[in-house]
């Protein structure tokens, strides 16, 4: 409440000129304790002071007014000075919610981002402390009437004296007010009017892909966005992105990543979100220093009707899950068959029945590919390839000798004795996730115990073939 110098409004001093003044508040709240200075207070005058409402004390050149709940009128204050008197009249008030004042962004600020926090002063009340906060009420306007909102909305939690504002228009002159609402006292009235202009540069809308297929995916996914970039091309730097996944039945929010920054261009959808056999979208938007950008257009997938565990050792697709492997952009589930059932071939198998060259079976990590030209140019010139192309297990009968990359996977995931590695070998970027070479225990022994020495699926400790041609003469082996 202003605080000014109160008017007289009968004063006689009497004819001595020792009549006083006051300064103080002309309007009062019943309840409340209220100040008045004598501005022209001396020492060697005698002082008192007199109310037809409530009580007044003094104490030197300050008086306090004491306003009893429920008052209603005005208060006539008498003040003696010496000889003379002075008559001063006050309002009394009803309670009420203080009104707010918005005190960021600052009264006209210019190159405000299109994403914006306002503040607002704290929840008051006149009296002090006698209501709670129900809510802030904002509004965000083109024009000062605020007939044209543009943002704004009703706070009902946290700190209700600030407010988020996103995607407004760029290059914009807007106007913002807000009003507090208490639970008994009502609204207050609104602020004071604060104007600003958002700058003029725009975020541009990203673009959503999906690495590899966008059907039959798996339960986690990577997905990656354009890049960031502004218009008018300017210094604007990309922050963070948010990321939403949706049911594309009814649009259910059911994955949303919020303000990332370690994920502002690729996101990997973690285990336990998606279900299998359904189709979803995603969408992304990005975020800077001045803004947001739109969302990206829904890029929309289809989940897998089976998805491949992520613990190697567990059964999956008619054998054991192996592993990953990544051939050119698309990850693998690496099978490895069930050992009575054609894990390891009956007797020792050769790679090929003569010392010569065979085309196409030269991938590290494309075993289907390997075996593929070993079948074209002759089934019964490479006994391996064919063994396990023939093979039927669980269904499935799309069996083949592993490639080089593939069967380094088998021995990282199940090496079956605690044996030390040869660290001069065991790198392999096709992994997923791609792997050095070994250390002297690392890996180390497997343990799952199916698959240790001596037990049912375990490996021997030995020489396996690959597909991998290594020369006319050979072909590349791994020690397990």
């Known amino acids: 409440m202003a605080t000014i110098r109160i008017s007289e409004l009968r004063a006689s001093d009497g004819g001595s000129g020792e009549a006083v003044s006051l300064i103080g508040p002309t309007n009062v709240v019943a309840g409340t304790n209220n100040t008045y200075t004598i501005t022209d207070y001396d020492d060697f005058s005698t002082y008192s002071v007199s109310v037809n409402i ?12 004491s306003v009893p709940g429920g008052a209603t009128g005005s208060v006539v204050m008498t003040v003696r000075r010496n000889t003379s008197t002075r008559i001063f009249q006050v309002a009394i008030g009803a309670s009420a919610v203080a009104t707010p004042s918005i005190i960021s962004p600052i009264n006209g600020a210019t190159n405000i981002p299109t ?11 006149i009296p002090a402390g006698i209501d709670t906060q129900l809510n802030s009420q904002w509004q965000i306007a083109r024009d000062a009437g605020f007939s044209d909102i543009v943002d704004g909305g009703i706070v009902t939690s946290g700190n209700m004296s600030v407010f988020s504002a996103s995607n407004l228009p760029r290059n914009t002159q807007l106007y913002a007010r807000v009003r507090y609402e208490g639970n008994v006292l009502g609204v207050s009235a609104y602020s004071n009017t604060i104007t600003f202009a958002t700058t003029n540069q725009q975020i541009n809308q990203p673009t959503v892909s999906i690495v590899g297929s966008n059907v039959d995916v798996n339960e986690n996914p990577t997905f990656n966005s354009s890049a960031f970039s502004v218009t008018p091309a300017g210094s604007d730097t990309h922050v963070a992105s948010t990321w939403v996944i949706r049911l594309a039945a009814d649009d259910s929010v059911v994955w949303q990543l919020n303000n990332s920054s370690s994920n502002r261009t690729s996101v990997t959808v973690p285990m336990g979100v998606l279900s299998t056999s359904t189709q979803y979208t995603i969408e992304v938007q990005h975020i800077g220093g001045f803004g947001s950008s739109m969302f990206s257009e829904k890029l929309t997938f289809t989940t897998s ?12 697709g008619g054998g054991y899950y192996a592993g990953r492997i990544r051939v050119g952009t698309q990850d693998y589930a690496l099978v490895v068959a069930p050992k009575s059932l054609g894990g390891e071939a009956p007797g020792t198998l050769t790679w090929k029945t003569s010392q010569t060259t065979t085309t196409g079976t030269s991938s590290v990590n494309d075993g289907v590919t390997n075996t593929n030209a070993m079948m074209a140019a002759g089934a019964s010139n490479h006994p391996a390839a064919n063994f396990c192309r023939s093979l039927t297990i669980g269904g499935y009968s799309d069996w083949y000798l592993p490639a080089k990359d593939e069967l380094e996977i088998l021995y990282r995931n199940f090496k079956p004795t605690t044996q030390a590695n040869n660290t001069s070998y065991g790198a392999n970027s096709s992994s997923v996730p791609p792997q050095g070479n070994y250390t002297s225990g690392n890996p180390a022994q497997t343990s799952i115990a199916l698959f240790k020495e001596g037990a049912a699926e375990a490996f ?3 020489w396996y073939w690959s597909s991998t041609e290594y020369n006319s003469s050979l072909g590349w082996l791994q020690n397990f």
């Open 115 to 125: 994403s914006v926090t306002l503040q607002a002063t704290s929840f008051a009340t």
């Open 460 to 462: 021997q400790a030995n």
């Open 305 to 316: 009707s089976t998805f491949v565990p992520y613990v190697p050792g567990g059964p999956f």
């Open 54 to 65: 409530g009580t007044a004390s003094i104490a030197d050149e300050v008086i306090t007014l």
